[in-house]
């Protein structure tokens, strides 16, 4: 890569990164042909910039929370309207409930689109809105959908997560329990951790390489104290038809090789 200038070298870096695990500067070094300095010299500046991020804990380097912003930003200026709307539309007259469709922006989830049953019966949650994503359905679906990188890249450093009610993890080791048994399962659910006696149930949309992109949740009245742990399958099912469509009109395919978070660990040098 000799004589290729700073700017494509630094873009390198970043799509091995966003290709698979955290690496050490060394790694990255060695696999993209670049002296050490120059390696550590660009982690820097790109640090700097927010696009990736050190992990003190394990010495390496991931994805940062600012390259998934822009990634994302693809679908807050696509015309979702045209592309995910009427499928949005066709949902929630057939659930009878509110449809939203959400993305991550950071460690919080927006809300891009809604669509409300003729008769609607729940909370209205406006286009623009902002939730934490941890205590959210279309949130949690997105995170459990994230390659590894992009996942632990985003909750690094995120410290107690904050509440609205008594329910919902408060710390990241929390979260990553039940992102995984979500992740397994293919969708994810809300019990009154926003607001209680109203649950809602996510599926993930993908992108084209099968990471989630965004997430499609159905918002209903339901009150159980204390929380009953039901999983809702019959409308996930449903919510999931919706979402395998939007996947398909967005050019994007099912989360192939996306996995459920891995454990603390790991090691290396910086």
């Known amino acids: 890569m000799a004589g290729v200038p700073g700017l494509r070298r630094g873009l390198a870096i970043l799509r091995l990164l966003a290709a698979g695990e955290p690496l050490t ?3 990255l070094s060695a696999r993209l ?5 120059t390696t550590y010299h660009l982690l820097t500046e790109l640090e700097a ?7 003190p804990d394990t010495a390496r380097w991931a994805v940062g929370i600012g390259a998934f912003e822009i990634g994302t930003a693809y ?6 309207d045209e592309v995910a709307g009427p499928s949005l539309r066709r949902l929630a007259h057939r659930v009878d409930h509110d ?9 919080e989830l927006l809300y891009l689109l809604r669509e409300r049953p003729p008769r609607p019966q729940t909370l209205v949650t406006a286009v623009g809105v902002r939730l934490p994503a941890h205590l959210t359905a279309s949130g949690r679906a997105v995170l459990a959908g994230l390659a590894p990188a992009q996942r632990r890249a985003l909750l690094a450093g995120a410290g107690p997560l904050p509440r609205r009610t008594d329910r919902g993890p408060t710390s990241v080791r929390a979260l990553s329990a039940v992102l995984a048994v979500e992740a397994r399962r293919g969708w994810s659910v809300k019990d009154g951790e926003v607001s209680r006696g109203y649950a809602s149930v996510a599926r993930a949309i993908h992108g084209a390489d099968g990471v989630a992109v965004a997430a499609i949740s159905v918002t209903f009245p339901h009150h159980c104290d204390p929380a009953c742990g039901a999983d809702f399958g019959d409308l996930a099912a449903v919510v999931g038809r919706t979402a395998v469509e939007v996947t398909r009109r967005l050019g994007g395919r099912s989360g192939a090789g996306v996995g ?6 790991g090691g290396g040098s910086r």
């Open 49 to 55: 910039a927010g696009v990736v991020a050190h992990l």
């Open 25 to 27: 500067a060394a790694t």
């Open 33 to 37: 042909g670049l002296p050490r300095s």
């Open 75 to 80: 679908l807050r200026h696509h015309p979702l």
């Open 260 to 265: 459920p978070p891995a454990p603390p660990g």
């Open 99 to 107: 449809v939203h469709l959400g993305v991550l922006d950071g460690r």
